[in-house]
């Protein structure tokens, strides 16, 4: 049996969240990464930018570790900044979100799990591990990896965990309608039997 080190299994876990996350922008014109398809406006390379802004924060000002990159985020006077501005490319984005993994990489390798940090808005002095903040950006990315793969699925249709690894049962459009149609008979059945 091998023994795996529990900071390179952090950053795998990482790493694979954050290729997701790119992943899902391939293929897709201009208006598809940045149309909102919800009330709050989530887009695909919003929630990249937002996760740039959150790797930069967590790995650089938590630790006394600032990246010398100091992005512009847009202000609207909502505290969300996940979408971009039309001057924004996709590739500066993806550009400023590798960025942000390299800083953060940087601070993961330097400091030991068990380093001390502040995040003063945590609440109880806002005292962090670097390993407390692993686990918070990997939960963070993959949740917003989940968002991305809903939001590519009413894009185009595409699903899938990584490039081909689907994790999706193959089938025919045909049988994902039939399999959709069941779901919302048996919704509309069980609301139907809890008013009666």
Do not use: C
């Not at 969240?17 to 887009?43: C, F, H, I, Q």
């Not at 990896?145 to 939001?151: K, S, T």
């Amino acid at each position: 049996m091998t023994i795996s080190s529990p900071k390179a299994d952090l950053l795998d876990y990482l790493q694979g969240a954050r290729r997701a996350m790119v992943w899902k922008l391939d293929g897709l014109s201009e208006y598809d990464v940045r149309r909102p398809l919800t009330p709050t406006g989530t887009n695909l390379l919003g929630l990249i930018k937002h996760l740039a802004r959150g790797e930069f924060g967590y790995f650089g000002e938590t630790f006394g570790r600032p990246s010398a990159v100091t992005p512009q985020w847009p202000e609207d006077g909502q505290s969300w900044e996940a979408w971009v501005l039309p001057t924004e490319s996709r590739e500066s984005i993806v550009g400023l979100y590798r960025q942000a993994w390299a800083h953060a990489d940087a601070t993961i390798e330097a400091l030991p799990l068990d380093a001390v940090g502040q995040v003063p808005w945590w609440g109880e002095g806002g005292e962090v591990t670097l390993h407390q903040i692993l686990v918070h950006m990997t939960a963070e990315t993959q949740r917003h990896a989940g968002h991305a793969d809903i939001i590519r699925e009413l894009i185009d249709g595409s699903v899938g965990l990584l490039p081909g690894t689907s994790n999706v049962p193959a089938s025919n459009p045909a049988v994902w309608a039939a399999h959709r149609d069941l779901v919302e008979r048996y919704a509309q059945e069980a609301s139907a039997a809890s008013v009666a």
